[in-house]
């Protein structure tokens, strides 16, 4: 049996649509406890083996229930919402459905189709496309501006930084490196290129100082383009920017490259 295709367009509706019937100016208006209870599904925070969230979901009232050691606010409202995503979207599934890390993960196109649909309902829910995509455009990127967008909506600093290179138009790179390796990435439609994944990190990259020695630095440095982009087409002598953002708790780093100038061989 095929796969279920994913529906984009209708995950992010359905969020639109709830901000509205909520009459909310601004995600942090409104607890996400309470938009789960006035749509029919109660939250509740308890020890979960497995998972790090589930929904049952009856008929039209259902209880989401979150592991209560999660860390971070932005990491717990991101499983509320994913939860809350399967509760609007999902109609039919009137049973357990456990929500592990992976199903939670932001490597969305290694998730079930339902996962991926919950993950876009929550991001749209948490960092409406109305009051960022001007932001992003026009913000070069940098972690200092991310870091601000994310205290402002109490989301994680890795959600936000998706979304910014959703929108930006920038030739820029989001890159999750982990225990050494290149996990996944995101680039903006301008970046041009592919980064390999599921590799070690160049060491001539920063984000191998944070891997090899425990720091990385914090200001944007330039960083030789044939580290992060295994191109023939790439100049050994060009350069491209990187900024790093560390996660020690997770033994990984964010980095964001981007290109300013040509790196193609004439």
Excluded at 87 to 104: I, N, P, V
């Amino acid at each position: 049996m095929l796969p279920r295709a994913v529906h984009e367009t209708l995950p992010v509706a359905k969020a639109k649509q709830v901000t509205s019937d909520l009459s909310l100016a601004h995600p942090c208006d409104m607890d996400l406890r309470d938009v789960a209870f006035l749509r029919g599904a109660l939250v509740t925070e308890a020890p979960i083996s497995g998972a790090d969230g589930w929904l049952v979901k009856v008929g039209e009232t259902g209880v989401i229930r979150v592991r209560d050691d999660v860390k971070g606010e932005g990491q717990r409202r991101f499983i509320i919402a994913h939860e809350i995503g399967h509760f609007e979207l999902h109609f039919d599934s009137d049973q357990l459905d456990l929500c592990t890390g992976k199903d939670l993960h932001h490597e969305y196109d290694r998730v079930r189709p339902e996962e991926r649909e919950a993950s876009l309902f929550a991001t749209e829910l948490l960092l409406p496309e109305i009051l960022l995509r001007e932001k992003c455009e026009a913000q070069a990127p940098n972690f200092e501006f991310l870091s601000g967008l994310a205290r402002d909506f109490k989301t994680s600093v890795t959600m936000t930084a998706m979304r910014y290179i959703q929108f930006s138009g920038h030739r820029a790179a989001l890159v999750v490196s982990e225990k050494g390796r290149v996990k996944w990435y995101r680039r903006t439609e301008e970046f041009g290129y592919y980064i390999n994944t599921r590799v070690d990190v160049d060491k001539q990259t920063f984000a191998a100082d944070f891997f090899n020695h425990g720091k990385c630095p914090k200001k944007p440095e330039k960083v030789e383009a044939s580290a992060w982009i295994k191109n023939p087409r790439v100049d050994s002598r060009a350069f491209m920017w990187e900024q790093c953002f560390p996660m020690p708790w997770y033994d990984a780093v964010l980095s964001l490259v981007w290109i300013e100038d040509d790196i193609e061989r004439e």
